[in-house]
T-cell receptor
Framework: NAGVMQNPRHLVRRRGQEARLRCSPM?????VYWYRQLPEEGLKFMVY????????ESGMPKERFSAEFPKEGPSILRIQQVVRGDSAAYFC?????????????FGPGTRLTVT | AQKVTQAQTEISVVEKEDVTLECVYE???????LFWYKQPPSGELVFLIR??????QNEISGRYSWNFQKSTSSFNFTITASQVVDSAVYFC?????????????FGKGTSLLVTP
């Protein structure tokens, strides 16, 4: 049973470019979460999505960041016009159901480096 | 306000020693979940355990054990007879509420180094 898959594992972008991070949840999971791990700051929640719906984006920066989880295909975290401060590890997690009763299983992460 | 505090930033032990990683949480909810995750040097996050606020029974899984005490708002994690492969960063996390809570609030992690 494949786990949560993320690609690419490493992504290098120059300032001003766009970054697209992909996440395929575990089989049978329809709930996806994105977290960001900044150096010295730990892991922070960004957004929670179900198929075709953003449920909670309270942790998303107000500008340049967006997320989607289409009916078909992986969830995408998109960062427009990247800046050096966006350099971080971005983790996707999935769960079988909503709420605290379900474990979130994490993918291996995408390490974004902005040069 | 920090909801999860892991006061130990780094711990270094010699193989076969026991080590306890501390986690203190803060919440006003009566229903919540606590988690531990392991992040080895390869970078992925590995789920270790989930406990709900109504179950204070301690849990043991092989060399791992967890002590949940609501009276002190703590959820400590003990590794018995540590091994080099236990070297990793360990995160404690809190999720609050019943149907509305799902975001994990992570502590800043404790980096554990086990030397031979």
């Amino acid at each position: 049973n494949a786990g949560v898959m993320q690609n690419p594992r490493h992504l290098v972008r120059r300032r001003g470019q766009e970054a697209r991070l992909r996440c395929s949840p575990m089989k049978g999971h329809s709930h996806v979460y994105w977290y960001r791990q900044l150096p010295e700051e730990g892991l922070k929640f960004m957004v929670y999505l179900q198929k075709e719906n953003i449920i909670d984006e309270s942790g998303m920066p107000k500008e340049r960041f967006s997320a989607e989880f289409p009916k078909e295909g992986p969830s995408i975290l998109r960062i427009q016009q990247v800046v050096r401060g966006d350099s971080a590890a971005y983790f996707c997690a999935s769960s079988r159901g909503p709420g605290t009763g379900y474990e979130q299983y994490f993918g291996p992460g995408t390490r974004l480096t902005v040069t | 306000a920090q909801k999860v505090t892991q006061a130990q930033t780094e711990i270094s032990v010699v193989e076969k020693e026991d080590v306890t990683l501390e986690c203190v949480y803060e919440t006003r909810d009566t229903t919540y979940y606590l988690f531990w995750y392991k992040q080895p040097p390869s970078g992925e996050l590995v789920f270790l355990i989930r406990r709900n606020s109504f179950d204070e029974q301690n849990e043991i899984s092989g060399r791992y054990s967890w002590n949940f005490q609501k009276s002190t708002s703590s959820f400590n994690f003990t590794i018995t007879a540590s091994q080099v492969v236990d070297s990793a960063v360990y995160f404690c996390a809190l999720s609050e509420g019943t149907n509305s809570g799902y975001a994990l609030n992570f502590g800043k992690g404790t980096s554990l180094l086990v030397t031979p």
